[in-house]
């Protein structure tokens, strides 16, 4: 089903999307915010550019845009897919607990923020680009693979990565050596089986939207976990 957003709000839209169909495209979207919010068992498909907010809360559904996606992108989802084939703003995944974000450029700042999982849920955020400041703030699990595809002269991450981060993992395609990480978090050389683990990474990633994978793992990789010793863990953690 097509649903054209031109003068259309985003309870709207999303009022569309709760209809009979499974399968949806949406139009002519510019700025409508909350799109497809706590939805599952849908697939939705964006030509435009949707605003703050998409796929908050999702709950299984899948999402694709076609160009560039704004602020809090899968804030708090759950469950499903959120594929934005552009760059998006700041915050995506924030507090994100399951389910899968996957951007084929950059990411504004505080991408990860507070991301969690949860037994056998484990969110996944793949970053094809570079990263703004402060990577996965609190970051108390789940996975953030940023590639650093992007032809641009910036660093992989900008600055303050991982402040806070008491869980999880991230695997950055660079050697790091221009990067300030906090005490607590050691930052390390990808292991083999790091390296296999993130080949399956980049495998998901090329088949959405192309590139070569022998290339992309021709690199250094490293892999930032936080130190056991943490003082933040006991903050977020009942003894």
Do not use: W
């Amino acid at each position: 089903m097509k649903i054209n957003a031109e003068n259309m709000n985003y309870r709207e839209i999303n009022e569309q999307l709760r209809g009979k169909d499974t399968d949806y495209i949406i139009t002519n979207c510019l700025g409508q915010r909350f799109i497809a919010a706590g939805m599952s068992g849908i697939s939705v498909k964006i030509e435009g550019i949707p605003g703050n907010a998409l796929g908050a809360y999702l709950n299984g559904a899948t999402i694709s845009t076609n160009g560039n996606a704004q602020d809090a992108v899968g804030d708090t989802m759950n469950e499903g897919t959120i594929a934005i084939y552009g760059n998006t703003g700041d915050a995506a995944g924030y507090a994100m607990r399951g389910g899968k974000i996957i951007v084929r450029g950059d990411a504004g700042y505080r991408a990860g923020i507070h991301m969690k999982a949860y037994k056998e849920k484990i969110p996944l955020m793949i970053i094809g680009g570079k990263t703004g400041s402060f990577l996965g703030e609190y970051q108390a699990g789940g996975i953030i693979v940023v590639l650093g595809l992007s032809q641009n002269d910036r660093r992989i991450v900008g600055n303050f990565p991982c402040t806070g981060m008491h869980g999880g993992k991230m695997i950055l395609r660079s050697d790091c050596k221009d990067i300030v990480f906090p005490d607590q978090v050691t930052a390390k050389p990808a292991s083999d089986k790091d390296l296999a683990e993130t080949r399956e990474y980049v495998r998901e990633y090329c088949g959405l939207f192309g590139g070569d994978i022998e290339i992309i793992m021709d690199s250094p990789f490293t892999v930032v976990t936080p130190d056991s010793k943490n003082p933040y863990k006991r903050l977020y953690v009942a003894n």
